[in-house]
């Protein structure tokens, strides 16, 4: 069975003849410095990788992907014609097409200016918004997606364009004070996420309709968890977020046959019935020790609905541990998420320079060996 022919069974609900494996996109990454112990430790030099303004990985060097076995290839919108970045080498300081600023600290990039924090709904129309649909985000996308499609036997993934709703608006505004337009300035996120769709419809509709036709799975991500509960509570997202998401997903299904996969980490139960309402196929990153997210409750009262993305707790995994110990525990995690089809084995979260280079190559290794099909339960 081929990767392409493994993930469209998966994604259908049904048994291959073992679980696909994926590393890449924005769903399932890994940080620079970790990618380049990982490339030390395996001696690989001249490797081909591209990195994120998040400091993660973008694209991972081919001989890293075919080592680990993965079975899905990620494609990435690029970067408008004529685009230059701010950066400030001297201070680690960089600025984005959005206005958003950000200062390297630690393992990766925090935001330390949001461009929209302190205006009012009357500056959102003279705000400058990035164009969605610049020649330059698709430049040699059609070919690159058509070429691994017709040359290759990987499933194809597009990666995300821009965060959804609540994201980009924690980013643009503050985290803090979105949260608190949220409760007191209701018009102004009203207004924030009708301009926000229009833009994800322009990003989506531009990158689909160069690789719709090629691609299996469509990543979307937004923040709605945190480590110990929901960001907000589920009405808060019926009131603001969940018509214009459904529109997103309708229209994303418009352009293509590709599964939907939405990324949310943290604590998110209280969303699902909500994510499955408005059309999401695919759940990332099933984080199983954030508040409510056992596995077994997950997939009991889900599976039927959703294909899940995830379930490989960093910490509590794969960070210090070695690689004897860390058999059982995926040895169960996949005990758990594979019956009946619909899961794709990836980490929570993008992989840390803390953990080792030795227990990532173990975990793909442990994925393929326990990952068969029938899968002992």
């Known amino acids: 069975m081929t990767s392409r022919e493994r993930v469209c069974k998966t994604l259908n609900h049904k048994e291959p003849d073992r679980i696909p494996v994926d ?47 993965i079975d899905i290839r990620a494609v990435h919108m690029g970067q408008p014609q ?45 705000f ?29 993934k597009l990666a995300d364009p821009m965060s959804l709703f609540n994201g980009i608006s924690c980013m643009l505004r503050g985290f803090e ?16 996420v009708e301009k926000e769709l229009e833009l994800l419809m322009g990003f989506y509709g531009s990158v689909l309709d160069a690789v719709g036709r ?19 509570s589920p009405s808060i997202y019926k009131k603001f977020f969940k018509k214009a998401h459904q529109r997103l997903n ?24 909500d994510f499955i309402d408005t059309g999401i196929d695919i759940l990332d990153p099933i984080q199983p020790h954030a508040a409510d997210m056992n596995l077994k409750e997950i997939k009991n009262e889900f599976g039927k609905y959703l294909c899940f993305h995830g379930g490989i707790d960093m910490p509590q995994i794969l960070r210090g541990r ?22 794709i084995f990836a980490p929570t979260h993008n992989i840390q320079p803390d953990i080792p280079p030795e227990n990532v190559i173990a975990m793909y290794k442990y994925a393929r060996e326990h990952g068969r099909y029938p899968i002992e339960v």
């Not at 940080?31 to 380049?36: E, G, L, Q, R, V």
């Not at 090629?214 to 907000?232: A, C, H, K, L, R």
């Not at 058999?327 to 899961?343: F, L, N, P, R, T």
């Open 128 to 156: 400058n918004w990035p164009d969605p649909c610049n020649s330059g985000r698709v430049a040699g996308l059609r070919e690159e997606a058509q070429k691994l499609f017709e040359n290759t036997d990987y499933a194809i």
């Open 177 to 192: 004070q979105f949260m608190v337009d949220l409760v007191t300035n209701e018009k102004f996120v009203f207004a924030l």
């Open 322 to 343: 070695s690689v004897k110990n860390i058999e059982e525990d995926i040895k169960e995690v996949i005990g758990i998420m594979a019956a009946d089809g619909g899961y």
């Open 250 to 273: 309708d229209f994303i299904r418009s352009r293509t046959r590709a599964k939907i996969l939405l990324h949310s980490c943290g604590s998110v139960k209280a969303f699902i019935p």
């Open 82 to 126: 004529g685009y230059e970045s701010f950066n400030s080498e001297s201070e680690d300081i960089f600025e984005n097409e959005w206005g958003i600023r950000r200062k390297n600290t630690g393992d990766y990039s925090q935001i330390i200016h949001h461009p929209l924090s302190g205006l009012t709904i009357g500056d959102l129309k003279n």
């Open 23 to 69: 590393l890449g996109g924005n769903s399932s990454g890994m940080t620079d410095i970790a990618y380049k112990q990982l490339t030390h430790y395996l001696s690989i030099k001249n490797h081909a990788a591209t990195f994120s303004e998040w400091r993660t990985v973008e694209n991972f060097d081919e001989a890293i992907l075919e080592l680990l076995n």
């Open 214 to 232: 090629y691609i299996q799975i469509v990543e979307t991500s937004d923040d709605y968890g945190m480590q110990n509960g929901p960001m907000f």
